[in-house]
């Protein structure tokens, strides 16, 4: 890896991954990863902002061809896309344990990676994380960064091209901190 090298992962695992970021990146040739909610598979996720107040989840036989194809990985995105901070030791371990068990056996290999729903990690979650046996956790908080904490920078539909370029250049992250500092 040197600075010019980024990596492409999507969370929560919507149908759209398949139909529309699966075909662009397969022109590409980009490999990505894509953390998956177990409870949507083959299911819907609530939406006010969707049109019907719904949006498809992937299905298994769409995230085993994606497996298939060899440019996507998947990880775990929690059970049931609860935040793991607010939830009760006990639905903590099912929504990180059980998750991981889920995917390895769906997609029949190690499953290494995880991303917390809405970023939320603390010491706690991450000595759940690590004794489930994942070997990385991805967040979108950018404090204290360790790898179970990796940060990442969140791209919005709304972000035009312009921001998407800033987002994605060295400037993006020492820029954010002196907002932050400042503010
Ligand atoms: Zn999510």
């Known amino acids: 890896m040197n600075n010019r090298t980024l990596s492409i992962t999507f969370d929560d ?46 299905s298994r036989d769409q995230i085993l061809e994606m497996q298939n194809g060899g440019l996507i990985q998947f990880g775990s995105h929690g059970y049931s896309h609860k935040n793991f901070l607010s939830v009760h030791e006990e639905d903590r371990e099912i929504e990180i344990r059980d998750s991981k068990l889920y995917l390895e056996d769906l997609l029949g290999e190690d499953v290494p990676f995880i991303s917390y729903p809405f970023g939320a990690c603390d010491d706690g979650v991450k000595n759940i994380v690590r004794e489930a046996g994942y070997k990385a956790g991805f967040t979108i908080w950018n404090r204290k960064p360790d790898i179970y904490t990796i940060p990442r920078v969140p791209f919005h539909a709304h972000d035009g091209l312009k921001r998407f370029r800033f987002k994605i250049s060295p400037l993006y992250y020492p820029t954010k901190s002196i907002f932050r500092f400042a503010s």
Do not use: C, M, Q
Request: hydrophobic share 35%; glycine share 16%.
């Open 13 to 58: 695992g919507y149908e759209d991954h398949f139909h529309n970021v699966y075909s662009i990146l397969s022109g590409y040739g980009f490999p990505a990863t894509i953390f998956l909610t177990v409870k949507y598979i083959d299911g819907y996720w609530e939406s006010e902002k969707a049109e019907g107040g719904r949006i498809k989840g992937l």
